[in-house]
């Protein structure tokens, strides 16, 4: 059974800081691209920063320079350090593993609540 378990979520004021974790279970972590993802209300989910299995990595344009995502395989944990955030960054983080063979194997997350208050 897999399961991916985000943590880390809150409430912080604009230019605070969060960092997120997500561990997998049920997968063979090392060889997932991992990846956060966000959902504000009334709008589409949209990535905000992925890692490959080699650690190649990509952000949203709206996060670069403030978010860090970063991966421990020995844990089966991906981390998203998110500075200077601001109420815009305010979301449903979801974390979502990915890996590619004769199909897709995409898994989620349940979402951590992240609030930005100005």
């Known amino acids: 059974q897999v399961q991916l378990v985000e943590s880390g979520g809150g409430l912080v004021q604009a230019g605070g800081s969060l960092r997120l974790s997500c561990v997998a279970s049920g997968i063979s972590f090392r060889n997932n691209d991992m990846g956060w993802y966000r959902q504000a209300p009334g709008k589409q989910r949209e990535l905000v920063a992925a890692i490959t299995s080699d650690d190649s990595t990509n952000y949203a344009d709206s996060v670069k320079g403030r978010f860090t995502i970063s991966r421990v395989n020995t844990e089966n944990t991906v981390y998203l350090q998110m500075n200077s955030l601001k109420p815009e960054d305010t979301a449903v983080y979801y974390c979502?593993?990915?890996?590619?063979?004769?199909?897709?194997?995409?898994?989620w997350g349940q979402g951590t609540q992240v609030t930005v208050s100005s």
């Open positions: 979502n593993s990915r890996l590619v063979g004769l199909r897709v194997y995409s898994y």
